[in-house]
């Protein structure tokens, strides 16, 4: 009789604590350690995103169209003067990493640049990046543009990329990519014929951390910037043209070139 009830008692389920399981009356499984691990880290990382998403809408939401207007109507995208000397090479910072895509449908990478291209003699010692974020914009860039060409189409150590942002989710659904890349304004035949080379490209999808980094914040303006064979921002202007700001931007091109 007394070794049935024994029997009993250890076939009988055991009531464990909390407190227990601490003390390791339990046999903690690896495995479940593991994905327990993973959830927790797995939550924190939702969280971080939850927390940069909304900062994210907030700073969207304090700025918009009629901001922009408004800004403007005040300095005509003119936000401030270019540059009137060029940025020492220790003091630049380097520009963002931006895919564009090719009308015929190519893609690449901006900046090209003497650090990350094999063919190191391909890569100009000079680009001017003209960026436009709406179409208002782009008459300023080609205030910029124009003259550039005028100045150094003959020289095969300057190039010039037009860049065009389309941020609207239905225009970046791949079909309609695909279809709109298609009829995008190409290079005229005789830029074509010009030893600098001339770039039209375009950047889908969304590009606010881009902005951020470069401190764009009026989307109805064009900014300009000027950059060496390292990627590194040299010069940098804003808004339409001005003649002394091309003659700056001219000097710090002629800079550049020579630069070895």
């Known amino acids: 009789m007394m070794r ?5 008692l250890l076939l009988a389920p055991r009531n464990f604590s909390a407190r227990r399981w601490e003390e390791g009356d339990f046999i903690r499984i690896p495995s479940q ?30 700025r918009g169209y009629f901001a922009d207007m408004s800004e403007m109507k005040v300095h005509g995208g003119k936000i401030a003067a270019a540059n009137k000397i060029i940025v020492p090479a220790a003091a630049a910072a380097k520009f ?19 650090d990350t291209n094999e063919g190191v003699s391909e890569v100009p010692k000079a680009s001017l990046l003209c960026l436009s974020f709406r179409a208002t914009s782009q008459p300023m860039a080609e ?10 189409g003959h020289s095969s150590d300057v190039c010039l990329y037009e860049v065009s942002f389309i941020d609207s989710w239905l225009l970046t659904r ?11 304004r190409k290079p005229k035949p005789a830029e074509i014929n010009d030893v600098m080379q001339k770039h039209i490209v375009y950047a889908f999808g969304d590009h606010y951390y881009l902005r951020k980094e ?10 300009i910037f000027l950059l060496d064979d390292h990627g590194r921002v040299r010069w940098q202007g804003f808004g339409s043209a001005t003649q002394d700001e091309l ?14």
């Open 4 to 8: 049935v009830k024994r029997l009993q």
């Open 33 to 62: 350690l593991t994905s327990r691990r993973f959830l927790d880290i797995h939550q924190l990382m939702s969280k971080e995103a939850i927390q940069k998403e909304r900062a994210r809408l907030n700073d969207e939401m304090s």
């Open 96 to 114: 963002p990493t931006l895919e564009v895509n090719y009308s015929n449908g190519a893609t690449a990478k901006l900046p090209a640049t003497s």
């Open 143 to 152: 205030s910029w543009i124009s003259p550039f060409v005028k100045t150094f």
């Open 174 to 184: 791949s079909p309609i990519k695909k279809l709109l890349l298609k009829i995008m």
């Open 214 to 223: 470069l401190k764009i914040l009026n989307l109805l303006t064009s900014y």
């Open 247 to 260: 003659l700056s931007l001219f000097s710090c091109t002629a800079i550049l070139v020579q630069e070895k």
